[in-house]
């Protein structure tokens, strides 16, 4: 592959902005994997001219989240008119309205192929681009992409986790690739997923038997939804061993009102998660017990679906159930200047990862599985490339 027919828009060396183009055609027509915006820079936007987007004939959007897909409005405005290749959850969890899209459909337990014509638009003789596609377990609607054109092969993963605790995953295995571009979000973590939810779960369960509420700021789909089913089953268990407190009391977890929603969406699209799931013993509306000021007597497991904080309401909460005595944990990136950097600071909230993302340990066995001629690591603040031996 020539590096010279890829462009770095975003997303390699940054954890945001994710956007890849890649030249696909003899006379200069792009594809575009993903794009994303970067919420902590005043340009927010991938770095891709209006002469690059002119000619961009598809973008594939690999999921909903704003830092791969909160751009494409943004790039409709600048003048694309090509095809948005995506799934339908996708396109309705990221409210994108727009008319030419190539919606992908899934098989079951397979990993699923789809031929796209050549662009009306275009001037070569080529045959068209040939896909393969599968479930990246990180989200509802999330992918990842096998790209071959008549000169070179390109993959990209989206974000991914072949070992999610809720979500589907089509494990990429075996596939070949001139260039692959693969999510390495925990870039300094050396333990794979399970043993991530363990080192989370041991600060939850210790908080929790010290007598203390437990407060995760997190996503209201993707990470949040994942999360909430894993410690509904923690303390399943931990009930049936006769309870996580003295008196075999176990703690209930609650979420706020945003989960319902998503909830409810995914009971309807069964083909991406793997099992249904009970995701919560109660809602607990953040902002009706801040204005209250009330609070619960018992330790219990609170998610709240503002992953930086920055809705007041949620964050005066937070602050306030920390002064007195919760635990707060952040369990993904912290945004330079919010509640959660601050709680962090200040020594009054801890920090666990889950596994949402790829670790160290999950890259290099990925690495090892496939067969990739040159490998982008992105989705963090380093920059590696990867040749094949």
């Keep these: 592959m020539h590096m010279n027919r890829i462009k770095i828009c975003g997303g390699y060396g940054e954890h945001g902005r994710s956007c890849f183009l890649v030249e696909y055609t003899p006379d200069g027509h792009y594809y575009m994997l993903d794009c994303g915006i970067m919420d902590t820079d005043p340009q927010p936007n991938p770095h891709v001219t209006k002469e690059e987007i002119a000619k961009t004939d598809y973008v594939f959007l690999s999921h909903c989240h704003k830092d791969h897909a909160g751009a494409f409005a943004w790039l409709v405005e600048m003048g694309f ?88 995953c089509d ?48 996503p209201k789909y993707g990470r949040g939804l994942e999360m909430a089913a894993f410690f509904m089953d923690r303390l399943a268990k931990a009930e049936k061993q006769n309870g996580l407190l003295p008196g075999g009391i176990t703690p209930e977890l609650y979420v706020d009102s945003d989960f319902v ?23 607990l509306d953040t902002e009706q017990r801040c204005a209250a000021g009330k609070r619960l007597d018992m330790p219990c497991i609170i998610l709240i679906a503002d992953t930086h904080l920055v809705k007041p309401a949620n964050a005066d909460f937070v602050l306030q159930e920390s002064a007195s005595g919760a635990q707060v944990i952040i369990t993904g990136r912290v945004r330079t200047g919010s509640v959660c950097e601050q709680l962090l600071s ?36 380093e920059k590696e490339v990867w040749m094949s031996e």
């Design 171 to 218: 494990e990429i295995i075996d596939m070949a690739a001139d260039l692959a571009i693969l999510d390495l979000a925990h870039v300094r973590s050396e333990l794979d997923a399970g043993a991530m939810r363990e080192v989370l779960w041991e600060q939850v369960g210790g908080a929790l038997k010290a007598g203390r509420r437990v407060i995760l700021p997190v």
């Design 81 to 168: 008119q090509g095809i948005l290749v995506t799934t339908a959850m996708t396109r309705e969890l990221a409210e994108i309205d727009y008319k030419r899209v190539e919606l992908l459909e899934l098989a079951v337990n397979t990993i699923s192929e789809i031929t796209l014509p050549k662009a009306e638009w275009g001037q070569s003789d080529w045959s068209g681009l040939r896909i393969q596609y599968g479930r990246t377990g990180h989200c509802p609607g999330s992918l990842w992409f096998q790209i071959a054109d008549a000169r070179q092969t390109v993959f990209y993963s989206g974000d991914y986790q072949k070992r999610p605790y809720l979500y589907a």
């Design 346 to 381: 200040a020594g009054q909230a801890q920090n666990a990862l889950y596994p949402h993302h790829q670790s160290r340990h999950d890259f290099e066995e990925l690495v090892r599985e496939n067969a990739f001629r040159m490998v982008l690591p992105f989705h963090n603040g």
């Design 261 to 283: 929603i998503y909830e409810k969406k995914m009971q309807g699209e069964c083909w991406y998660q793997r099992e249904p799931a009970p995701m919560y013993h109660g809602i």
